[in-house]
């Protein structure tokens, strides 16, 4: 099946610094890519759309300067958290797929970031 | 808007048993696709089961099934003979058509599978 490689999968790094997480389709093109947050016994939460060309879609009271999307190719997505506070470490997961929309999408194994 | 809810925070079932976990979905779009995923504590999202909303019958995958009943807006998921390797949290999810096909995701349900 269509793998998604996400990385790194775990970081820690000092409050003010910035962490840059990469996703990557490995067998497919991904137009499109999503990033998820989950805190701990929670749900995922879409954060936003990575669009390859164009924009990131942010979801309402995501701070776009904050989470930084960049999809400069139709395999790799990367989030830039910039400038990072203790309240940001996470668990931070990506998602592609193919463009049908009855396929799985596929995720990448998820980024556990701490801030300290 | 689409709102994906499970009731169930977490669910107790004896090995080699069956369970079921619910979920319930709200959507004004005609055409969407409903996912159950399995997340173990790793972290690593496992794909288990697919329905398409118009789909005829409900999926089945393996030990994995998929009771879609589309009147009540239910996809409950159905594990069978449950094994001590299926603890782990469980979520619903819905992806909408004629949108940017983002993936909603309901809380989770953590199953506990007991020896």
């Known amino acids: 099946g269509a793998v998604v490689s996400q990385h790194p999968s775990r970081v820690i790094c000092k409050s003010g610094t910035s962490v840059k997480i990469e996703c990557r389709s490995l067998?497919?093109?991904?137009?499109?890519m999503f990033w998820y947050r989950q805190f701990p016994k929670q749900s995922l939460m879409l954060m936003a759309t990575?669009?390859?060309?164009?924009?990131?879609?942010?979801e309402q009271g995501v701070e776009k300067d904050k989470f930084l999307i960049n999809h400069a190719s139709l395999t790799l997505s990367t989030l830039t958290v910039t400038s990072a506070h203790p309240e940001d470490s996470s668990f931070y997961i990506c998602?592609?797929?193919?463009?049908?929309?009855?396929?799985?999408?596929?995720f990448g194994q998820g980024t556990r970031l701490t801030v300290v | 808007a689409q709102k994906i809810t499970q009731t169930q925070p977490g669910m107790f079932v004896q090995e080699k048993e069956a369970v079921t976990l619910d979920c319930t979905y709200d959507t004004s779009d005609p055409s969407y696709g409903l996912f159950w995923y399995k997340q173990p504590s790793s972290g690593e999202m496992i794909f288990l089961i697919y329905?398409?909303?118009?789909?005829?019958q409900n999926a089945t995958e393996g030990r994995y099934s998929l009771n879609f009943q589309k009147a009540r807006k239910s996809a409950n998921l159905v594990i069978s003979a449950s094994q001590l390797g299926d603890s782990a949290m469980y979520f619903c999810a819905m992806r909408e058509g004629g949108r940017n096909n983002d993936m909603r995701f309901g809380a989770g349900t953590r199953l506990t599978v007991k020896p």
């Open positions: 990575s669009n390859e060309g164009s924009k990131a879609t942010y």
């Open positions: 998602s592609a797929r193919p463009a049908l929309l009855n396929t799985e999408a596929f």
């Open positions: 329905q398409g909303s118009y789909d005829q």
């Open positions: 067998d497919f093109q991904a137009t499109t």
